[in-house]
């Protein structure tokens, strides 16, 4: 595997975008775009309004799947990420401000307040990383358990 934790960290941190997948109370998954996030090591941090589907979705079944991924890639070159893990909710203040200041850094213009907005962290368990600038068919999905 030549993709390193180091070039992983960067390319997350290079988004601007994350697709959140979560798990409604059909079974069936439920996907949407989210550029309300912050990132601190393999941790994603989100906020979302307390009446979004997504609350719902994540205190019936907290299992999650964070996809990132650049726009405009070469396909010689093309590379994402996807991070699996457990969504918990953030109820301790000190823990809500640290996640909040991260998401605000990454987009100050967001309003986030504890009275109606929810922060949640995707506690990662594995990441799937698909890599096509390596040449070896066998060795452009990599899977790193944590």
């Known amino acids: 595997m030549a993709v390193t934790e180091e070039k992983i960290k960067e390319y997350l941190k290079m988004n601007r975008t994350i697709i959140l997948s979560t798990i409604d109370t059909d079974g069936v998954p439920d996907i949407r775009t989210l550029g309300g996030y912050g990132i601190s090591d393999y941790i994603i941090y989100f906020s ?3 009446t979004s589907n997504k609350v719902k979705q994540i205190k019936g079944k907290n299992d999650v799947a964070v996809f990132i991924q650049h726009e405009n890639q070469f396909i010689s ?3 994402n990420v996807t991070i699996y893990g457990k969504a918990i909710l ?3 203040d000190s823990e809500y401000e640290s996640g909040k200041t991260l998401i605000l850094s990454r987009k100050p213009s967001l309003k986030i307040y504890k009275e109606t907005h929810n ?3 995707v506690i990662p368990s594995k990441i799937k990383v698909l890599d ?3 040449q070896n068919l066998n060795e452009r999905i990599s899977i790193i358990k944590l």
């Open 119 to 121: 922060i949640y962290k």
């Open 132 to 134: 096509f600038s390596e």
């Open 77 to 79: 070159k093309f590379f």
């Open 90 to 92: 953030i109820e301790n």
């Open 48 to 50: 979302t309004l307390k």
